[in-house]
């Protein structure tokens, strides 16, 4: 049985440029979330996805986006890419109805943003 | 918005022995959970404390919820070097999402 994947592993932007990230939930995980891990900081809760829809948000600003697809896979999506969104980006699977307990982080994409 | 402190930063201990690791917050929690994470990976949830004054231990790890729900400590007994590692605390008040997460203690273990 496969943990969380993401995709890419890493990848390297430009300011000003836009970015997608992938997931792919445990087997079973109906609900994803979000995190930027600053280099040095504990992850941050960036947004969560249930039933195709954004459920809860964090503190980021609108050009972050996402998405959850049928098959419960989601994508992250970044607009006009600062050098401070530079960061890991982690993302975690969960059943909706059980506890936090439940929830699995991947490996994470590492941004890079010159 | 809601933070945690986690104290101390970093820690350099000799195998075998001791560690103990806390994390306070200015908000109240419902659960705490204690995270580790390794170079290139995503952090692995490694205790989850429900109730206040809860004591709950995993092998030779042993998490406390504080009293006042503000307030968790983590220990390790009898370290190894496989227990070196990033350990976060990590608050929430809703169900699977949204947690609030410190900024980690680096334990280093020389053998």
């Known amino acids: 049985d496969a943990g969380v994947t993401q995709s890419p592993t890493h990848l390297i932007k430009t300011r000003g440029q836009q970015v997608t990230l992938r997931c792919s939930p445990k087997?079973?995980?109906?609900?994803v979330s979000w995190y930027q891990q600053a280099l040095g900081q504990g992850p941050q809760f960036i947004f969560q996805?249930?039933?195709?829809?954004?459920?809860q948000r964090g503190n980021f600003p609108d050009r972050f986006s996402g998405h959850q697809f049928p098959n419960y896979s989601s994508e992250l999506n970044v607009n006009a890419l600062l050098l401070g969104d530079s960061a890991l980006y982690l993302c975690?699977?969960?059943?909706?109805?059980?506890?936090?307990?439940?929830?699995?982080f991947g490996p994470g994409t590492r941004l890079t943003v010159l | 918005g809601q933070q945690l402190n986690q104290s101390p930063q970093s820690m350099f201990i000799q195998e075998g022995e001791d560690v103990s690791m806390n994390c306070t917050s200015s908000?109240?929690?419902?659960?705490w959970l204690w995270y580790k994470q390794d170079p290139g990976e995503g952090p692995v949830l490694l205790i989850a404390?429900?109730?206040?004054?809860e004591l709950t231990s995993n092998g030779r790890l042993t998490a406390q919820f504080g009293i006042t729900r503000k307030d968790s400590f983590l220990n390790i007994s009898a370290s190894i070097p496989s227990d070196v590692g990033i350990y976060f605390c990590?608050?929430?008040?809703?169900?699977?999402?949204?947690?609030?997460f410190g900024d980690g203690t680096t334990l280093t273990v020389k053998p």
């Open positions: 404390l429900y109730k206040a004054g």
């Open positions: 975690a699977s969960s059943f909706s109805w059980a506890g936090v307990d439940t929830q699995y």
């Open positions: 087997s079973g995980h109906d609900t």
């Open positions: 990590a608050g929430t008040n809703t169900n699977a999402g949204k947690s609030t």
């Open positions: 908000s109240i929690f419902n659960t």
């Open positions: 996805y249930y039933e195709e829809e954004e459920r």
